[in-house]
Structure formats: C-alpha cells, structure tokens
C-alpha cells in the first residue's frame, strides 16, 4: 500500500521560510517523479514545483522560482520543499504526489493527505 506523509508546515510570518517533507513507502521511490501541489480555499490545486526520479530535473511555477527549492533523498526514500521568503499568496494546503514528471495533477497516481501552510502578514 503506497503511502505518501506530508510534514513541516505551519504558520508563518512573512518572509520567513518552512521545509516540507515528503515521506513514501510502499513504492520503488527512486523509479517515481515526484511533485508539490498547493490548494488554497476556493481555488483548484495548482502545481508548485516537480522533480524528476534522479533528482537532476526540476520545473517550478513561476510564482515561486528563485525562494522554493524541491529535492530528493532516494535513499531516504523522502522529497522536500524549501520554501523561502514566503509571502501570504503562498498559504495553502501543500500535497505531495508521484507519478510521472510533469505539472499536472493526472500525471501523478499518488497522493498524501496534505499539510497547511500560513503565511501571516
């Protein structure tokens, strides 16, 4: 049974920074691009950064380009996000997926359960 947990997130003041993480269990991890997506209420989720299964390739939206960084442990078998200069556009609740690599959501076949992140003013 795959398993995706999330954790790190919180609240936080503006332009202060969070690291999410990303723990996977039952599925190879290493054979699986992985992904952070972030919903905010009343709007669909949208895609925030991806990494391909080496961890060699990343693709982040623009908003976030140059202060989130995405990576991997493939022996550790967990992904993270370091997320900094946060601003209060970022709060949402922030999923990890994986699937294949790419920006969006049907590319993925698994997803965790999601953590909050909240960027105070």
């Known amino acids: 049974q795959v398993q995706l947990v999330e954790s790190g997130g919180g609240l936080v003041q503006a332009g202060g920074s969070l690291r999410l993480s990303c723990a996977a269990s039952?599925?190879?991890?290493?054979?699986?691009?992985m992904g952070w997506f972030r919903q905010a209420p009343g709007k669909e989720r949208e895609f925030v950064a991806t990494i391909n299964w080496s961890g060699r390739i990343t693709r982040y939206t623009d908003s976030v380009k140059g202060r989130f960084t995405i990576s991997r442990d493939n022996a550790k078998n967990t992904m993270y996000l370091q997320m900094n200069s946060l601003k209060p556009e970022d709060t949402a609740v922030y999923y990890c997926a994986a699937g294949n690599y790419g920006v969006v959501p049907p590319l993925y076949a698994y997803w965790g359960q999601g953590t909050q992140v909240t960027v105070s003013s």
């Open positions: 039952g599925l190879t991890f290493s054979s699986y691009a």
